[in-house]
């Protein structure tokens, strides 16, 4: 029986990551398939999250795909970019795609950790943790209706496969993967304060 991790182009479990650096290719498809998380809590209330991340992968790849000698890894990608000292577009793509990513780790995390609450409860929990400090009194209201259309618990885990017990397996091992990826991103934004102004 496959899951939802069985079928999708690139798990966070096999992007390479080598002396810290993040392979940018590998890292794309990955949190592309990552969006296709949102289609199975089955709310157009989503729509607006999962067009915030593939518009942040799309400013991403764009870069790769114009610079691709000085973009293999992520880290490499935002030095080129910020070296030019033009525009910051895939930098700050970057940064918020990772923002999101990491909403969508802590939102998992938290219902992986609280088998009795509800979607509904870890993702507002997971949104007030991470998203919520750099949202707009305009963004807040959509992004928390998105949360509030959040189906049953075991509905959504149905939806990810019918085998629970392989379901939960590798749902662990890509969270892990994820938050370690989402970490290393944000350790060197801060390194470098490349994060500044945007």
């Not at 798990?11 to 969006?35: R, Y």
């Not at 007030?128 to 959504?156: E, G, Q, W």
């Not at 990810?160 to 379901?167: A, I």
């Amino acid at each position: 029986m496959s899951t939802f991790f069985d079928e999708q182009k690139k798990s966070f479990v096999d992007v390479p990551v080598t002396d810290g650096k993040i392979s940018t290719a590998e890292f794309l498809d990955a949190s592309e398939s990552l969006i296709k998380l949102f289609d199975l809590l089955g709310s157009t209330a989503f729509t607006v999250v999962k067009n915030d991340l593939q518009g942040n992968v799309t400013k991403v790849r764009t870069r790769l795909l114009e610079t691709p000698d000085k973009s293999a890894t992520l880290q490499d990608l935002v030095l080129n970019e910020i070296a030019e000292k033009k525009s910051k577009t895939a930098t700050q793509g970057l940064l918020w795609l990772s923002r999101g990513l990491q909403f969508t780790a802590q939102a998992m995390s938290e219902t992986v950790d609280n088998k009795d609450k509800e979607l509904k409860k870890t993702f507002t929990d997971a949104y007030n943790k991470t998203l919520v400090k750099y949202h707009s009194f305009v963004v807040k209201p959509i992004f928390k209706l998105a949360m509030n259309a959040c189906p049953y618990r075991k509905d959504f885990f149905e939806k990810l496969g019918q085998d629970q017990e392989k379901v939960l397996k590798q749902l662990i091992e890509w969270l892990e993967a994820l938050e370690s990826i989402v970490k290393i991103i944000f350790e060197f934004f801060e390194s470098g304060n490349y994060g500044k102004g945007l």
